[in-house]
């Protein structure tokens, strides 16, 4: 058991709530000039470490943000893109229908129309389809 023969705890004593008890130690043979010195350096940085956990936290909220606003933008262009894309492919199949319905209307067979605008095997069918359809 250590004793406080001189106001001081020995650094090699371990105690639980050793840490808590120095530090009152400290503070109490502290001047009142010094302990207001101390007290000041404490609060400034409580300050500091509460400034740097608002930074962070204020940080990842905006980057939060900015990167939802960016996942927007490109989704946006990316569905813009897709779009246009299914838009033309839908067009040229319209304009193929309206192509094979004219040659048929003028005497064409349907397989000699598809020879004739040089249609994919793989359209074939799907033309065929919108053709009896339509």
Known sequence: MTFLKDNSINDDT??????????????????EAERN?????????????????YSYASGKVDGRIEGIAEGRAEGEKI???????EGLQQGRTEQLVESIKNLISNGFDFDKAVEVLRVSADQIQELRRLILIN
């Open 14 to 31: 371990t105690v639980p709530g050793l840490v808590e008890a120095k530090e009152i130690l400290k503070r109490s043979n502290m001047t």
């Open 37 to 53: 010195t101390y007290l000041r350096h404490l609060e400034a940085m409580q300050n500091e470490k509460s400034a740097t956990q």
């Open 79 to 85: 569905g813009i893109e897709k779009g246009r894309a």
